[in-house]
């Protein structure tokens, strides 16, 4: 490729996708959802492609690169002006924790596991699940967290911790969908044994019937039971 080709490619290159990036808007990539960050991915190798590959035309570069962000222009009008339309397109957000409850059919939805919604917990700088009275997976693939308000009432397996004494540095998973975590039992020096007894005493039979369990700093178990669903 002689080298005012290249340097007009790069020009053609670097303008256009400057005035396509104007047209399409000012969205922060925080805001983007999968669909617009892919896109965006895919006009950015466009752009690569029309200013190294030399068997790519000019023109076809620019059409392609056109075309593209026409087609992500369009999909973002539907978005904006039909609520059906942009419910298929986006998605909706999923309710994963509700009344501090875990919705375990939305996480099977988000495709999230609990370890994976853990992180983003504690990204939220929350580390305890007992702390979660609402906990929402949006589109753009973040979580928005509302905690428990302090004082009130207290439910079986869930207890205020602010005026307990603390045993343990921070809350530990040991039960995962029906699974006990053998070795964060053993890190807190707790058997197996101690915790079946603690779960009859919640009035738990069977391991299998606990979606999530934690050990709280006070030394308290937080239970989420599964969600049991009968057809008829």
Same mark, same amino acid.
């Given at each position: ?110 495709? #999230?596991?609990? +370890?994976?919604?853990?992180?983003? %917990?504690?990204?939220?700088? /929350?580390? *305890?699940?007992? @702390? $979660?009275? &609402? !906990? ?53 020096? #707790?058997?197996? +044994?101690?915790?079946?007894?603690? %779960?009859?005493?919640?009035? /738990?039979? *069977?391991?299998? @019937? $606990?979606? &999530? !369990? ?19």
């Amino acid at each position: 490729m002689e080298l005012h080709t290249l340097i007009l490619r790069i020009t053609l290159g670097f303008f256009v996708l400057f005035l396509l990036t104007r047209i399409m808007g000012r969205k922060e990539i925080s805001q983007m959802t999968f669909f617009n960050f892919v896109s965006a991915i895919a006009i950015g190798e466009i752009a690569a492609s029309l200013v190294v590959d030399h068997k790519l035309s000019i023109r076809n570069g620019l059409v392609a690169l056109s075309g593209w962000s026409i087609y992500t222009l369009l999909m973002s009008y539907i978005d904006i002006k039909s609520v059906n339309a942009r419910k298929f397109l986006v998605g909706e957000p999923l309710i994963l924790v509700k009344q501090g409850k875990i919705m375990e059919q939305a996480l099977r939805k988000g495709r #999230l596991d609990l +370890d994976s919604f853990r992180a983003m %917990l504690r990204q939220k700088d /929350v580390f *305890s699940m007992a @702390d $979660v009275e &609402y !906990a929402i997976f949006e589109t753009d693939g973040k979580i928005s967290v509302m905690k428990k308000e302090s004082g009130e009432p207290l439910t079986k397996g869930d207890m205020n911790i602010e005026n307990r004494k603390k045993v343990y540095p921070l809350p530990t998973a040991v039960i995962l969908d029906g699974n006990i975590n053998i070795e964060n039992l053993k890190s807190l020096h #707790l058997s197996t +044994d101690w915790l079946q007894q603690e %779960l009859l005493t919640a009035g /738990v039979n *069977s391991v299998s @019937d $606990v979606f &999530y !369990a934690e050990i709280q700093p006070d030394g308290t178990l937080f239970i989420d039971r599964k969600i049991h669903i009968y057809h008829h």
